[in-house]
């Protein structure tokens, strides 16, 4: 391991901590506090130096890592300036370290039980990524593709169809089946290659090990400000860690949708702090994640559209939300009518809804008709050894927690978002021609594992006032059920 590969992990530790410091509030436990902002700081700050590559570093991607590393300095600079006049201004109040620990020795020992299983878990299947170059087949020859060629050419040339490329035999672009595939990921893979000094595949594919521990610190420190108690927020933790097949895409790294269910789940992370506290920071933090989605795989797209729905639905008063979404219906209803529309949609292009098909310019014409493929997609779900008893225990949570639904304001919100999300899962699955993807179980589980993160962030919502140490305060009640809703 080289000095720059070593900074290649600890320089997004340094300016996404500072980043996620500065959107925090400017009091709280330290212990809490320290795993939202190194957790989701070091997530933070690998996207932030994947676009710094890539802005930098088109014309010399072979030394990427030393023309992005001083902006991301500088950036952290920047972050930690203000952190520094906050921690000087509110003293030792600012960085309490109580009520992190579980209240007796049982719990404590079941605590630390829980966390020494997290660690071996990722332990393991980290080291198995490190063992082996890029293995699964998408992986080689879709999202490694583009880095390795770009570092070994030493500049990212145009990748363009098959058609285009044939044209112009003499410009500098390339081709291959992904070509119009988004290319955050690349950069953060020659961010990593880059830094090691030649393309180490290993050593790129441990980051994927980095990404999930990363989540997993900071949905513990968001769960304990959320009021969980230090066991059941551990206890989320594992369960999420242990999932059989997000380890599988650490232990096989290489895919992009662990990417995405990170981002998208810390997206989701911060978007609870300020449904239930109204931080405004953590609104923009949720906004600035949410954005990199359609840059990391064209999915994205659709969640950062659903995600920006939710939350401008939120922003409305209660009067008006119904009549919104009742308004939103019947404009979609009467553009069918008249033989469809067309919407222009981050990352995917311009996208035509008619009745019967569903065009997106930048890549294919699906058909709309009934695919019956709901055996595969519960033997997916329920049967095969992908999710343990995920599916099983979810819809129990929601039914015995229904209640909290009702009271609770950013339980709707983050349940309607994940609402949201199955049904584009469904419509994707039983109504297009993707429904193959779902008969020979390839795809369809990788999709869902972009969602998993945040259903645990919505289930850890339910939970709130359950098996906890404290109740809420009355003040966050509030928040939760009023604030909102006035």
Not at 285 to 299: D, G
């Given at each position: 391991m080289t000095s720059g590969y070593l900074m290649a992990w600890l320089l997004p530790l340094f300016a996404g901590t500072g980043v996620c410091w500065l959107a925090a509030p400017a009091r709280g436990h330290l212990s809490v506090r320290l795993a939202v902002s190194m957790g989701g700081g070091w997530i933070v700050g690998v996207l932030m130096a994947a676009w710094l590559a890539r802005w930098t570093a088109r014309t010399d991607t072979a030394h990427a890592f030393a023309h992005a590393a001083p902006w991301l300095v500088a950036l952290g600079i920047l972050a930690w300036a203000p952190n520094a006049v906050r921690l000087w201004r509110y003293g030792r109040s600012a960085v309490s370290g109580e009520g992190n620990r579980p209240s007796t020795r049982i719990a404590r020992g079941f605590w630390w039980l829980l966390l020494a299983l997290i660690v071996s878990r990722l332990l393991l299947v980290g080291d198995e990524a490190a063992l082996r170059p890029v293995f699964p087949w998408d992986a080689w020859s879709t999202w490694a593709l583009k880095p390795k060629a770009w570092l070994l050419l030493g500049q990212a040339d145009t990748y363009v169809p098959m058609s285009d490329w044939l044209s112009d035999p003499q410009a500098p672009m390339r081709t291959?089946?992904?070509?119009?595939?988004?290319?955050?990921?690349?950069?953060?893979?020659?961010?990593?290659?880059?830094?090691?000094?030649?393309w180490n595949e290993p050593l790129v594919d441990v980051a994927w090990c980095g990404a999930l521990a990363a989540f997993a610190l900071a949905a513990y420190g968001y769960w304990r400000s959320l009021e969980l108690s230090a066991g059941l927020a551990m206890g989320l933790v594992y369960a999420l860690v242990s999932l059989p097949l997000i380890d599988a895409h650490i232990a096989l790294a290489g895919y992009a949708d662990l990417w995405i269910a990170v981002t998208l789940g810390l997206a989701m992370l911060a978007w609870s702090r300020w449904l239930i506290h109204r931080e405004e920071r953590q609104w923009g933090?949720?906004?600035?994640?949410?954005?990199?989605?359609?840059?990391?795989?064209?999915?994205g797209a659709i969640w950062l559209l659903e995600f920006l729905a939710m939350l401008m639905l939120d922003l409305l008063p209660a009067r008006w939300r119904w009549r919104v979404v009742g308004g939103m219906v019947v404009v979609v209803l009467i553009g069918l009518s008249f033989g469809g529309f067309s919407l222009p949609i981050p990352g995917l292009g311009w996208t035509r809804l008619a009745w019967g098909s569903l065009t997106i310019s930048s890549s294919a014409i699906y058909h709309l008709a009934w695919h019956p493929v709901g055996e595969a997609m519960l033997a997916s779900l329920f049967t095969l050894p992908n999710w343990h008893l995920l599916w099983y225990v979810f819809p129990v949570l929601v039914a015995v927690r229904w209640r909290v639904l009702l009271h609770d304001h950013a339980a709707r919100m983050l349940g309607g978002l994940v609402f949201l999300q199955f049904v584009f899962l469904f419509v994707l699955f039983f109504l297009t021609d993707a429904a193959m993807w779902a008969e020979d179980f390839t795809s369809a589980n990788r999709l869902i594992l972009h969602i998993v993160p945040s259903v645990f962030v919505f289930s850890a919502v339910l939970m709130r006032g359950a098996l906890a140490d404290t109740q809420p305060t009355q003040a966050a009640q509030g928040q939760t059920t009023g604030v909102a809703d006035q």
């Open positions: 291959t089946g992904a070509w119009n595939y988004p290319e955050l990921l690349a950069w953060v893979q020659i961010w990593f290659a880059s830094s090691a000094g030649d933090l949720a906004v600035a994640l949410a954005l990199c989605l359609p840059a990391i795989k064209l999915e």
